[in-house]
């Protein structure tokens, strides 16, 4: 390298040096120690005590483990697809031009900007048993058949579809994105389709969806992270990490937060996180292995 070029790298490692020792230590390193603590009986109070693949095959024989896990990718099996299909209703609505529609727009968006917490707590209080809003409207509908309405949270049967109907409260983000992906496809490809005698949904079908097929894509692999970490509002509606009722909400990251920090077993908790990151990377790369030939990048 020149002076001039040696110059120019010292005052950009200058100007980047406080982000780079963020990341190392903030970042890089806790990764690091936690791939080291998977392989360690550590307990935070005492030094970590080399275990090898203990951890690991512990959490074989752990039948809390695949209850939490089980409860996990059925929320997810649930929730992303539904996600998305919601989201993508709501942009395809939110795409005509009517009037008001900016104001459409942020109501429909408000939701994914409240803190997590304050809807888990308007949420707990729309699935109460017995003074929630949502049984007090469907309330007369079961009764009609001779039933009353469920318990919700305090409900096995119920308590994951409240939490899956409940993860539909925050899809502005997703709608947000799929708007800005319709604003690109070309109003030429629709009027050419409609001059040929295409219905809606042949244009929808045909024209919309491939079109913004990397949106669709990209939203499904967010949509997947997202719901195998599920933890805040599952840890504040059901007020602890039991997963009550009957383990019914006990998600993975759920059971991971009361492994590493109520029992003090870091060591499985940090196997249990490679664990996920793992499942994470797997379905990631089935998704989009799945997804290869149906994406159409434009341009």
Excluded at 15 to 35: E, H, K
Excluded at 262 to 268: A, C, H, N
Excluded at 285 to 298: D, K, N, V
Aim: hydrophobic share 50%.
């Amino acid at each position: 390298m020149t002076r001039g070029e040696w110059r120019n790298l010292r005052i950009g490692l200058g100007f980047s040096s406080l982000w780079i020792v963020g990341l190392g230590v903030f970042t890089l390193y806790p990764v690091a120690a936690s791939l080291f603590y998977s392989f360690c009986d550590y307990s935070i109070l005492q030094r970590p005590v080399w275990a090898g693949m203990e951890n690991f095959s512990t959490m074989l024989g752990d039948d809390v483990f695949w209850i939490s896990l089980k409860n996990t990718l059925i929320f997810a099996g649930f929730s992303v697809p539904m996600g998305l299909a919601v989201s993508l209703s709501l942009a395809l609505l939110l795409n005509h031009e009517v009037r008001g529609r900016a104001v459409y727009r942020t109501i429909f968006y408000l939701p994914s900007i409240v803190p997590i917490v304050a809807s888990s707590m308007l949420w707990m209080w729309i699935f109460n048993g017995q003074y929630g809003v949502l049984n007090w409207v469907i309330g007369p509908l079961f009764r009609l058949w001779g039933d009353s309405p469920p318990a919700w949270l305090g409900d096995p049967a119920w308590s994951k579809p409240a939490l899956i109907l409940m993860s539909l409260w925050g899809v502005g983000n997703s709608t947000i994105i799929y708007l800005a992906g319709l604003q690109d496809v070309p109003k030429e490809y629709y009027e050419s389709a409609s001059i040929d005698g295409a219905s809606s949904w042949q244009r929808l079908r045909y024209i919309t969806i491939p079109m913004i097929s990397p949106v669709i894509y990209f939203n499904l692999i967010m949509g997947i992270i997202g719901s195998l970490q599920v933890f805040t509002q599952v840890f504040v509606m059901t007020g602890g990490t039991d997963g009550a009722p009957a383990r019914s909400t006990l998600f993975y990251a759920l059971y991971l937060f009361s492994t590493a920090f109520y029992d003090l077993r870091m060591g499985y908790a940090s196997a249990m996180a490679w664990v996920l990151f793992l499942l994470i990377a797997g379905l990631t790369w089935i998704a989009t292995r799945a997804a290869r030939r149906r994406i159409h990048y434009s341009g």
